[in-house]
């Protein structure tokens, strides 16, 4: 029971699309229809309101902390509640599985699950993000390096929800892997092209 109700605590928490949620309830329709139709706060500030943009990075972090800190007063596995969090926010079951990337939630689920990896992830997100102005890259590397520093801190059931975050990160970020592969990935600040007539 340690780890089944903490999985599913954690997943439902996770699947409340609430980008979806507070765009709607502002009047805004469906977020889906707009830019790239993720559900995250990148998506939801290209409506042009930062105030529901950053109500989203708030919730979609504070989602995966929650089951966490729940698993952790429960005296059930935090780590199982946090991966599941996370799922539930790629995947949920409200959205015909259709979900966000992901970030938010798991830097969220890091700083609640062991504070220093939270850290490091952090820190490593804004490293990249100043130095090569690109925010995919900048999720990439830092989800790619939180197994490892997990590890290395003593904490290998946390390293292995770190792992499989990281894959969820990498298969959400497909895409964005492509365009940064062909040199076509906008940077921070950087419009994208308006498509040509007819296109």
């Known amino acids: 029971m340690t780890i089944l109700l903490p999985l599913v605590l954690g997943y ?5 699309p609430f980008g979806l949620v507070i765009t709607k309830a502002a009047g805004l329709g469906d977020i889906r229809s707009v830019g790239s139709g993720n559900i995250g706060a990148t998506n939801v500030l290209r409506t042009g309101r930062k105030d529901l943009a950053l109500a989203t990075l708030l919730l979609d972090s504070g989602k995966g902390a929650i089951a966490v800190i729940i698993a952790y007063l429960m005296g059930w ?3 199982v509640a946090g991966a599941a969090a996370f799922l539930g ?3 949920p ?5 259709k979900g966000g990337k ?16 939270g850290i490091f992830a952090g ?3 804004l490293a990249v993000a100043f130095f090569l102005k690109y925010s995919s890259l900048s999720a990439l590397v830092a989800a790619a390096a939180t197994p490892l520093v997990l590890y290395s801190m003593g904490k290998p059931f946390f390293a292995l929800a ?3 975050m990281a894959l969820l990160i990498f298969i959400r970020h497909k ?4 365009r940064l592969l062909s040199g076509e990935e906008p940077k921070i600040g950087e419009k994208k092209e308006p498509a040509a007539a007819g296109a």
């Open 89 to 91: 926010h790629c995947y």
């Open 77 to 79: 596995r935090p780590e």
């Open 102 to 117: 992901g970030v938010a939630t798991f830097l969220g689920t890091l700083f609640a699950l062991h504070f220093p990896a």
């Open 162 to 164: 770190g792992l499989f």
């Open 123 to 125: 820190a490593t997100w």
């Open 93 to 97: 079951v409200w959205l015909g599985f």
């Open 175 to 178: 895409a964005n892997i492509a």
């Open 12 to 16: 439902l928490l996770g699947s409340i």
